[in-house]
């Protein structure tokens, strides 16, 4: 018969008043706000509660959005442009040496060419240079299907021990398999040192060499900060199985750029790295003859090697992508521009015409079956 | 005596320690969901009850293991500082119930020990323990009323805190205990109380006291319910019955039904649908890292001594050992940043914005409004239907004796508001007659006719009905007075505020009711005899038929002074008309022409009729009411049943018309709404007449729209009905509402495809909607009801309320909103999407159901287009933006 109030486990039903909310998500327990107690005043005025504080809320009207889209394109398509001729005048000599770099008579024996010692691992290859090429003419080397990137790889490294002399020993076990020879910690140790890359080029034009000026490849903070120039390498490929590059022992880390830049992980499996700079103009059609000492094993996983002398620009090397990107952005909102300037030239709305309001369209009415 | 171990049975005074039978829980209550050792397992399990927390649980312990590849402590301390702030909230929030739960339970009670009253704190109260409670004292445990120091062993009590009602209610002792009043006769007292058991009905109470060897039965009279406090009388001996949490108003605790947003459960789904991603990357993720590992990358050094998770020759391993590695990793795709975000905007939205927003703060009531759940904000402006009570949320509940029909005369000079818009509407111009001078101005009475006032209705050419009919006003009630017994100072108590209205009509008619003592209404009464002459008569009263929603009416038997027994009746239209006297049906015609008028007007009527008794047929009917009333089962329909007995052959005076005034700014608010596109239906327990109009009123119907009425007060139903015969009532209605609801639906199609059609209207009553809520039929009446602009739902149940809200809620799967103020509205209000309750006026029930209180129907504005939509779009940008930030990451 009668309704029951629905009262609280938490009535207080004779003195104080909790504060009227609670905000328990699970819904339960809620005081109930006695009306005895109540505040005999109203609400503290403050422009924050009333939600008075200023806002901007800019409403976008159809002229707005034209001139933002125009504006838009006006900015991007000369960047687009430039970006696009600049990549152009991009100057990109690729070579792949990995199998032409063989010896026809170990073609079926590749692995064994390569890891033993006494064979000669020199390889002459002819570059033609297809323009003048602008100094400074940057050296890298490209790998392919090379996991830089893999988890216990790139974490096989010890920072402690690379910075300072005196952290020789630490993190060790970071290294994994790479860690010591008998008692002796490696230095520096891990598998990305282990597995560092030591193919050499050397290059000539008309038998004149070119020098490769590799000094400043690696970045500055990894030089100053990370390796440490009281730290000599030690112990290095000295273990069973030796992976790759050696390392002169009477050179701290910080100077052995290409050990920094190959400890640099790169994030993608493809990658290039800095070899060293020619610091000559190269002029078109002139041949350079690269001697490679074709070490490094790549064989054994299935990857390929590649030289790449490439100038650069003022947006980096050699790549369409920033160009095309650019003009891409531009060009939609250009069109989008005209678009929306035509239909609202010929088949305009107003703002704020509650007549397109769901409701307000001509009623379609519910059937639900 | 000592009662045996039954909880059933209570004997006072409580026996002797040593004695006694431990099968009464003690006074002392606990509020408090965790106590000292079980706060931390049971909050704890609170906290991991919640999917987030689980899942960054299990991240958290996975990434404390070697597979992970990140470490622990960006998992372990967001969790940890989710869970640590969540349990010193919830800690605070016990704290702050157990120092209540202090107070209450120490708080000081007189108690009778050794023939003196001593005080006790409430805690150590025992159930047969006799207490004395003072005036404006809180009674400290359901207590058996046993005598009062006010004459006739009544006492007054507020029910504020148990129904929000702040009239006072009487209570009366069994005339037996009237002496136990003071410690020595108290402690005199033994009797033994035989009980039903303990449960959450605050209005009934079955029971009989056992007392000098005679049984005298118990009604919710002789009840004190704990949480009530006393007034109006000096103090009051009472026998504990039900302790601590065994009282009615501790078995009515309940947690309110935890509501969630359509935002939040839709979220709920993405992040499910963000797990399934998550693990379809890390299932091909491992897969793949299954596949690729290989010992030819001799630079990964895979071969020697390598963990298992990189250990080509087990290829299972490495892709199991790999999707736990991945999921750590990937773990942030799931967002706990938004669930802690989320939660927090919330909070300030609701207690920072909805609750002091000074557009919503309504200063006549001091009423602020308040949030009670933050979970809703955003839902709030996604309201497509609210559907709204009337008395009280879309009218004042403010009643004005407007005019009368007395023997077929109809009184009363004035115009009301929905009568000036219907002209307005029609283009007639009414001229309200200008209020003669002397017309009295007062709370609830807006009446002017010279014909009745000042004694006039003397002159009338039935002024003997007229007598009655003030008469039956003065008398038929139970309304309490207070204050100074003079006409201008006196206040009247009143459960409804119609009864109040009624009364203080009887008193500016000349007809002043001030005093009620259990037995007795006093009636000063001018210009009976003579004009001019005042006189106080008292009427004896022998039976109180109580007013509820099954019966709809109100009897008093009372006896004259001079001997005349006269049963009084009021009560609505239908009921009263079937009890009418055969004959007289010119009366009983002009009278109904009357109801109708006045209903069109929008005002609420009753009718009012009398029946002389003879002693006999009194004596004999008393006695099975007697009974009735002495009956420990079914007491309610036993005594329905005996009233049906006497209440019969009534002889109609005349009817009542109340004004109910619309609440501030409520017609400009629904206009507002249905331009915001929201659709405002009206679910009342009114007659279809003043819900027609309310709606007229409140701009929810015009002229313009084609109105459909399905009602079943058609002659051919009431043909049917007259043959009394239930199935076939059942079923003739059935087909009558489906033949109504498919016309309705064909011409309301035919209208939707002529292109500008009129807007849509459908007005149903109870009775109907009884049949066309029926499965079969459901469809079809969701169908039409959907194409109109506003639905009418008169003389609506409250559970008919709620399935009309839950039919729309999923039947158009919209947002629902419900608003409503009083007890009825309370199912309604749970089974919408959003209830709201209106607070600052009387009745604390809608608001302790609700989600949200306002003070207005009016600040509905504010809540929904301000408040609601502005909180929707703000936590939609930060769970667009949080999953943006992600998907750069």
Redesign the interface.
Known sequence: ????????????????N?D???????????P?????T???K?????R????ELPACKPIITPKLVIASFTFIAIIFVPIGIAALSASNKVVEIEERYDRECIPPIYSDHILQYIQSVGTDKTCTRRLTVPKHMKSPVFIYYQLTD??QN????KS?RSNLQLKSKADEGSELKNC???QTVGDEPIVPCG?VA??MFNDTYSFSVKDKALIVNKMNIAWESDKKGRFGSDVYPKNFQAGGVI??AKLNSSIPLSEQDDLIVWMRPAPLRNFRKLYGRIDVDLEANEEIKVEIKNNY?SY???GEKLLVLSTTSAFGGKSKFLGIAYLTVGGFCFLFAIVFAIIHRFKRRDIGD?AY????R???????? | MLGVPDRGRVAIPAPVQGFRLRVFKGNSIS?T?YNFFTFFPKGMF?QF??VANCYFLMISILSMTPIS?VNPVTNVVPLTLVLLVSLI??AF?DW??F??DM??NN?LIDVLQDEKWVAVPWKKLQVGDIVRVKQDG?FPADLLFLASTNADGVCYIET?????ETNLKIRKALERTWDYLTPEKAAEFKGEVQCEQPN?????FTGNLIFQKQTLPLSPNQILL??CSLRNTEYIVGAVVFTGHETK??M????????RSTLERKLDKLILALFGTLFMMCLIGAIGSGIFINQ??????LD????AE?NPSNRFVVAALTFFTLITLYSTVIPISLYVSI?MI??IQ????I?????M?H?ET???A??????LNEELGQVEYIFSDKTGTLTRNLMEFFKCSIGGEVYGSGVTEIEKGAAQRNGIKIQELRKSATAIQEKGFNFDDNRLMRGAWRNEPNSDTCKEFFRCLAICHTVLPEGDESPEKITYQAASPDEAALVTAAKNFGFFFYRRTHTMIHVRESCVEKMGKIQDVAYEILNVLEF???RKRQSVVCRYPNGRLVLYCKGADTVIYERLASGNDDLKKVNRAHLEQFGSAGLRTLCLAYRDLSPETYESWNEKFIQAKSSLRVR?TKLDEVAELIEKDLILIGSTAIEDKLQEGVPACIETLS?A?IKVWVLTGDQMGTAINIAYACNLINNEMKQFIISSETDAIREVENRGDQVEIACFIKEEVKKQLKKCLEE??HY?HS?P?PKLTLVIDGKCLMYALDPTLR?ML??LS??CTSVVCCRVS?LQKAQVTSMVKK??RKITLSIGDG??D?SMIQAAHIGIGISGLEG??A???SDFAIAQFRYLTDLLL?HGR?SYLRICKVCGSTSFRLYEN
């Open positions: 018969m009668a309704m029951s109030p629905l009262l609280d486990d938490d009535t207080t039903l004779f003195d104080v909790l009227g909310t609670s905000t328990s998500e699970d819904g339960g327990y809620e109930i706000p006695a009306p005895k109540k505040s005999k109203p609400p503290p005025y403050s924050f509660t009333q939600q090379f996991y893999y988890r216990i790889y096989s994994g398999s790479v598998l282990w597995s992976g790759g094993n054994g996983y299935g509650t309001l769901s409701w307000n001509s009623p379609v009415g519910y059937y639900i079956k | 509020t969901k609170e009850r919640r590849p909230k919830e929030e702050k119930r120092q209540n107070v209450v708080t809180f504020a805190n148990l129904d929000g959450n009905s605050l209005y009934t704990r949480g108003v501790m009515n605790s309940m947690n309110v039904p935890s509501k030819k990358y001799y630079y990964l050094g020697k001594g390598v963990a990189f939660e919330k909070f609701s207690t920072q914005f609750n002091k927003d000074l557009h703060y200063a001091n009423t602020p308040l949030a009670r759940t933050s979970n509820n929603s099954t309610e331009r596109g309301a199609q939707l292109a059609g469809v969701l169908n959907l194409n409250p039947g158009a007890a009825n309370v604390m029930q608001v302790m159901a301000v502005w």
